[in-house]
């Protein structure tokens, strides 16, 4: 009897035993899934910028470009008077008289003329646009809108990244409008917070690795730098407004130095924008040499010390040399933190519209985040699609980088 | 080279060395420097303090006025204390400051329609004024309607900053819904689950979302997340600036965070305690989740709390998705604008320096420094306190 009741124990559990199993499979099955969701946005995400970087659009100009051609020569190979001769006698007076006092009309190289009358007589305007999957499986329904819809637009197949998206300004007609600016906006704010952040970044880790003895202060600063890393980019964009734009407005604006008039100048500067990022970034960029440093053997210092050497001699001939490789791949990886940064920019001031090449540190700026947000926030369709155009290009952008930092980690990384 | 031996012909001469330690200039301006540049952090620290500190005791001691549309009855000159009102408007409370064009008084008595006031009040200067002007009343942002108030607009007296601080509250909620399980999940698999090889291809691949600039998340919100969202659920419950969608987004964008410092925290259980699980007869997923888990579970907790932090503190998906404008709503699906929102529509425009705007804007970033600052502190606290340490 007893053994029969232990024996139907021993079969219940064995139930129980394959229920758990059960269970287990089924939540081995939901921690799949969660993973493949998050592979699964990254490539969606993917998708939907490509999506909308290519694609059919309805183009409608004001003139057609072929009226415009002299003598069956085609407007992109007239000469430079012609194409003056075209400006004066297709566009406003006013808008003429303003060109004028710009930079005389006549004295333009062709190229610039060439882009007023794109922008200014033919001008084209994207009545619709569609992204790359509607342009491949609904061509016919397309059309059919077209016709309908707008008779005299003429359906152009657009890949909105190309060659002239990179190298033209920025422009109010989305199919003519470019990065140039904003690229070099943050190559030039890139530029100074680098400039600024790895100096005072590799000192402050070398100190704290290499100098700082365990006292209060020490503590205080290593806490206070990891705390500094948390705290949200946009504080430092307010940061950098309270005093880069207005406290020292004066200096950032160019004013001091004689660089800019008085008049209109202001604080809302590439210097400054330079400066937050800068600062932005410190923390990242003390972590992750702070990293590197501490990964060189102590073995290396005690032989310097062993044969007479400074601290500072040790440092410089030993510790740095060997911890080089991690800290530049940790400052490419901060730095690219950066140039994806658009909050404290904004704040800061980037310009909203902006058609001039920045020329220094002291001019107006805006920088390819910015740029993508300015186009993003824009009810017209087709300026989606520049933004998801400039957006392929940043990542591109971000992906070089990195994909240069894990290469110099690989290549020059050593193991003690 | 002070202690090379020299020799003569006969005798041996040892030139003394010098052992007394000696001050070395370059040594101690070099440590100088050092320290200097790490002591920037603190400047730094101090500077976003002071600065968020000023401007917003600026915020708090603005002064801005609405008018009760009550008029003078007649005309005063400008040594007149007592005077006449009209019976419209809105009633004038005794003991309060008023302002009559740019005069400033302060009403000791209301006694129906006459009024006895100190006139010049707070360095204005008294004058006369004529029959039929409007007495505006004070409005200045305390700190109890700041944190209670339902309505924000500081340009018309509102200094409520709930609806702003409701909006990042629910945002950042929907993105912790999205972010905590899949990261967790995540990081148990490849922790527990994934062979080498797996793990050292996804672990990259899920840090590339971290990666991404949160300009580009702002537009995969806007062009892809709120389509599908009203796809689902109808046009006309899902606006086309919704929480929801930014929240979704930045539950992506967090998603990473979580699992990879989860999935540090769930290594570094030692694999004694899992082999001791596996032994009693615990299968493979009760061992990951009641025995790795709960002995990792510091690491995931303040993996949590960083990631609600950064949630928090993300600006441009709510700036580009979420909507402008404050809105005090619990509905996910309407437009809302979060505190970090706001300061980024606040200071897109080319705004003055001493407006009500500006100043507004430090007090908003004085609140969203202090939210993260102390969940930051917070889940460092928690590492220090709940670790478990193994040999």
Redesign the interface.
């Known amino acids: 009897m007893s053994t029969l009741r232990k024996r139907r124990e021993f079969i219940e559990s064995e139930q129980q035993l394959a229920a758990r199993h059960t269970k287990g499979k089924i939540w081995l099955a939901a921690f799949q899934i969660a993973l493949l969701v998050g592979v699964l946005v990254l490539v969606v995400l993917l998708l939907t910028i490509i999506n909308t970087s290519f694609g059919y659009s309805a183009v409608e100009n004001e003139v057609d470009p072929e009226n415009l051609a002299v003598n069956g020569v085609p407007l992109e190979e007239l000469p430079q008077e012609a194409l003056v001769e075209i400006l004066t006698q297709n566009i406003s007076a006013g808008l003429f008289a303003r060109f004028e006092s710009e930079q005389p009309v006549a004295e333009r190289p062709a190229e610039e003329l060439y882009d007023l009358i794109q922008e200014h007589v033919i001008s084209p305007q994207v009545k619709e646009s569609w992204n790359l999957v509607d342009s491949l499986t609904r061509r016919g329904e397309i059309l059919a809108v077209i016709e309908t819809k707008y008779p005299e637009a003429e359906l152009k197949f657009f890949s909105w990244v190309n060659w002239d998206f990179v190298r033209s300004q920025q422009s109010s007609h989305p199919e003519i409008a470019g990065i140039r600016t904003a690229i070099l906006g943050s190559v030039w704010t890139i530029a100074i917070a680098i400039f600024f952040s790895l100096p005072v970044g590799i000192a402050a880790a070398i100190y704290l690795q290499d100098y700082a003895p365990d006292n209060f202060i020490n503590r205080v600063i290593q806490t206070n730098i990891n705390n500094l890393a948390g705290v949200p980019s946009i504080i430092y964009g307010i940061l950098g407004l309270a005093i880069f734009v207005r406290a020292f407005g004066f200096f950032t604006s160019g004013i001091a130095f004689g660089a800019a008039d008085p008049s209109t100048a202001n604080g809302r500067t590439i210097v400054s924008a330079g400066l937050t990022l800068g600062i932005l970034v410190l923390p990242l960029v003390i972590i992750n040499a702070q990293e590197a440093i501490k990964a060189v053997p102590n073995s290396l210092r005690e032989a310097g010390f062993g044969l007479g050497a400074t601290r500072w001699q040790t440092v410089w001939s030993h510790v740095l040399p060997n911890a080089l490789p991690g800290v530049l791949t940790g400052s490419i990886l901060a730095v690219s933190r950066a140039i994806g940064e658009t909050a404290p920019l904004i704040v800061i001031g980037a310009s909203t519209f902006i058609q001039v090449d920045p020329g220094g540190p002291f001019s107006k700026f805006t920088t390819l985040p910015a740029q993508i947000y300015q186009w993003t926030v824009r009810p017209q369709g087709a300026f989606h699609n520049i933004a998801a155009a400039a957006s392929l290009v940043l990542l591109v952008l971000l992906l070089a980088l990195n994909a240069t930092a894990i290469l110099l980690r690989n290549r020059y990384s050593r193991r003690y | 080279m002070t202690n090379q031996t020299q020799s003569s012909e006969n005798t041996f001469s040892f030139r003394q060395i010098d052992l007394r330690r000696r001050g070395?200039t370059?040594?101690t301006i070099?440590?100088g420097?050092?320290?200097l540049?790490?002591?920037?952090?603190?400047f730094?620290?101090f500077?976003?303090i002071y600065?968020?500190g000023k401007?917003s005791l600026l915020f708090f001691g603005n002064q801005q006025w609405s008018s009760t549309n009550k008029p003078l009855a007649a005309a005063i000159d400008d040594q007149q204390t007592a005077f006449e009102i009209g019976t419209q408007g809105t009633a004038i409370q005794e003991e309060a400051v008023y302002r009559i064009e740019n005069e400033v008084i302060f009403v000791e008595t209301v006694a129906g329609t006459q009024v006895t006031a100190q006139r010049g009040y707070q360095e204005s200067l008294a004058a006369a004024h004529r029959e039929g002007l409007t007495l505006e009343t004070e409005l200045r942002p305390g700190l109890q309607e700041f944190f209670t108030g339902t309505e924000w607009a500081p340009q018309n007296g509102k200094f409520g900053i709930l609806p702003l601080l409701n909006a990042t509250l629910i945002v950042s909620g929907i993105a912790i819904l999205v972010a905590v399980?899949?990261g967790l999940?995540?990081a148990?698999?490849?922790s527990e689950?994934a062979s080498n090889r797996a793990r050292n291809v996804?672990k990259p691949?899920?840090e590339?979302?971290a990666?991404?600039?949160?300009?580009?998340?702002?537009?995969?919100a806007?062009?892809?997340m709120t389509p599908l969202l009203r796809s689902m659920l109808g046009n006309d419950v899902v606006n086309i600036y919704n929480m929801a969608s930014a929240g979704i987004v930045i539950g992506?964008l967090i998603?990473?965070f979580v699992?990879t410092v989860s999935e540090d925290a769930l290594s570094a259980v030692p694999r004694s305690l899992r082999e001791a699980a596996l032994s009693l007869g615990a299968?493979?997923?009760?061992t990951a989740?009641r025995v790795v888990v709960p002995a990792a579970f510091s690491g995931i907790a303040a993996a949590v709390i960083?990631a609600a932090?950064?949630a928090?503190?993300?600006?441009?998906i709510v700036?580009?998705a979420s909507g402008a404008g404050p809105n005090f709503t619990f509905n996910p699906f309407q437009a809302a604008e979060t505190m970090?929102g706001h300061?980024?529509r606040i200071?897109?425009g080319?705004m003055s320096?001493n407006s009500i705007d500006y100043n507004s804007?430090?007090a908003v970033?004085l609140m969203?420094?202090i939210m993260?600052?102390a969940l930051?502190?917070f889940s460092?606290r928690i590492v220090r306190r709940f670790r478990e340490i193994y040999e």
């Not at chain 2, 540049?37 to 603190?42: E, K, T, V």
């Not at chain 2, 990666?211 to 995969?220: E, I, K, L, R, S």
């Not at chain 2, 299968?283 to 009760?286: A, I, L, N, S, V």
């Not at chain 2, 928090?312 to 441009?316: A, K, N, R």
């Open positions: 070395r370059r040594e070099i440590q420097f050092l320290f540049c790490g002591f920037l952090s603190i730094v620290t500077g976003i600065e968020l401007e399980p899949l999940a995540t148990i698999y490849l689950y996804l691949l899920l590339i979302l990666g991404v600039p949160t300009v580009v998340y702002g537009f995969f806007l062009t892809f992506i998603l990473p699992s299968t493979k997923f009760e989740v960083l932090s950064r928090i503190g993300e600006t441009m700036a580009i970090t300061i980024v200071s897109g080319d320096y804007i430090f970033g969203l420094f993260t600052l930051n502190i460092q």
